[in-house]
């Protein structure tokens, strides 16, 4: 049973380091190409207002550092950053679409129906508390008020640190 259960513990090793992002191989000017081949396929891909793509490379335990990489009209990588931290919160604000949102912090980890056809969205991020991020969207997919700092309720169950 021993042998089993270190057969397994060294799989999800193996699993787990094929998953991590290697930002630290990005540089301005790359290419499209070889930002996937540094860091695999992006979770989604927005339009820039300005022009150009960004893409979203979620990751980490339940969705807890999202990574964007903004291209530049010719498909050469400007910038990239983890955006689930506050600077990227302090951004959200009251009628803000959901387009905007995503282009923002990216797909949410949790996402939850409420009352009057409103949805609440959710953000785990790195944290020594036991806190995510959240927001409210209306009926028509707006936000409503900004967003929350809250209790993650998940933390407990995880032992999330």
């Known amino acids: 049973m021993a042998v089993v259960k270190l057969i397994a513990q060294a799989a999800l090793a193996a699993i787990l380091a094929g998953c991590a992002l290697n930002t630290a191989s990005l540089r301005p000017g790359q290419s499209e190409t070889q930002v996937r081949s540094a ?3 992006p979770t989604a891909r927005y339009r820039l207002p300005a022009g150009g793509q960004r893409l979203e ?3 980490g335990p339940y969705g807890r550092e999202t990574w964007m990489v903004d291209l530049d009209s010719r498909g050469q990588v400007t910038s ?3 955006v689930l931290q506050d600077s990227h919160f302090a951004q959200v604000h ?3 679409s959901r387009d905007e949102l995503l282009l923002l912090l990216g797909r949410p980890a949790d996402r939850a129906p409420e009352w009057q056809h409103r949805e609440t969205w959710s953000w785990r991020f790195p ?3 036991c806190e995510w991020f959240r927001v409210t969207l ?3 997919q707006r ?3 900004g967003g929350s700092i809250m209790i993650d309720p998940m933390c407990d169950k995880l032992d999330i640190k």
């Open 39 to 41: 860091m695999g396929e």
């Open 57 to 59: 490379y979620a990751f």
């Open 80 to 82: 990239w950053t983890q």
């Open 94 to 96: 009251d009628g803000m």
């Open 127 to 129: 944290t020594y508390q």
């Open 138 to 140: 209306s009926a028509e």
């Open 143 to 145: 936000v409503l008020g």
